[in-house]
């Protein structure tokens, strides 16, 4: 089953007498339960293509189908409706609300989606389990290292039960070891189920990826299973 479905898409910035075509014309699908790295040089166009296929942005021309709905023309409202339940975001920097314990950062999203508290601390507590975090419901992100705040992260982006992960650079920020915990959660996630696309200008990171899609000047260069991704491996944390 199609889970995104691009057609034609394009994205256009004018700034001054200037138009940037970050998107010239991409057309990709990404079927239910793969895991897919988008990579290419900085300024290729993978952040904008990202944003586009999390809801964030709309294509200044083209198609987008997401879960079988059309998003191209959706409004602002309608785009942050889809967003909250479609959607699980991690980020380079993590995001994290820094007053808020990492059950706290877990549960917001839970919020809007209309919880009660104890189902929200319940759901809360189970995503922290699956990111192997339990322990540290109570702490503070100054209180983590950058791989545990990662990993908060990812236990927020998942307890909506989102259909796909979307991860911009997300080990960006992290030391190589890290990084690869995070790849090897990633990889059980993927295992489970669940749908991801993770931007990456690392070969090390893309290679857990069954399928790499390589951006240039806003087009598709070049879109290839990868025989041979890399398994979890580091297993020591969860
Ligand atoms: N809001 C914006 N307004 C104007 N131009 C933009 C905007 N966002 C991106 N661009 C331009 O669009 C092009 C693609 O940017 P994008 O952020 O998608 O690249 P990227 O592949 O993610 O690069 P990086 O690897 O550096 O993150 C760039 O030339 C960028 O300068
Ligand atoms: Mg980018």
């Known amino acids: 089953m199609k889970i995104i479905e691009t057609s034609h898409i394009a994205k256009r910035y004018i700034m001054g007498s200037e138009v940037i075509e970050a998107l010239k014309d991409v057309t990709i699908s990404v079927n239910k339960g793969e895991y897919v790295a988008f990579m290419g040089p900085s300024g290729s166009g993978k952040s904008t293509l990202m944003n586009i296929i999390g809801c964030l942005d709309t294509p200044t021309s083209g198609q987008y189908i ?15 409706e889809v967003r909250n339940k479609e959607i699980g975001f991690v980020f ?34 189970l995503a922290l389990k699956n990111v192997g975090l339990e322990q540290r419901a109570g702490h503070r992100p100054n209180e983590l290292s950058g791989g545990q705040r990662q990993r908060v992260a990812v236990a927020r982006a998942l307890v909506n039960d989102p259909s796909i992960l979307l991860a911009d650079e997300p080990t960006g920020n992290l030391d190589t070891k890290t990084s690869y915990e995070i790849m090897d959660l990633f990889d059980q996630l993927h295992q489970k189920g669940n749908t991801i696309v993770v931007v990456t200008h690392e070969d090390d990171i893309a290679k857990y990826a069954h399928r790499i899609i390589r951006l240039r000047d806003g087009l598709v260069e070049s879109d290839i299973i990868n025989p041979t991704p890399t398994k979890v491996q580091h297993l020591t944390t969860l």
């Open 66 to 80: 997401l879960n079988s709905k059309d998003v191209s023309d959706m409004s602002e409202n309608e785009l942050a």
């Open 92 to 125: 380079q920097t993590f995001n994290l609300l820094p007053r808020m314990t990492s059950l706290e950062n877990v549960a917001l999203p839970l919020i809007y989606a209309g919880y009660t508290k104890s189902q929200r601390t319940e759901k809360a507590m």
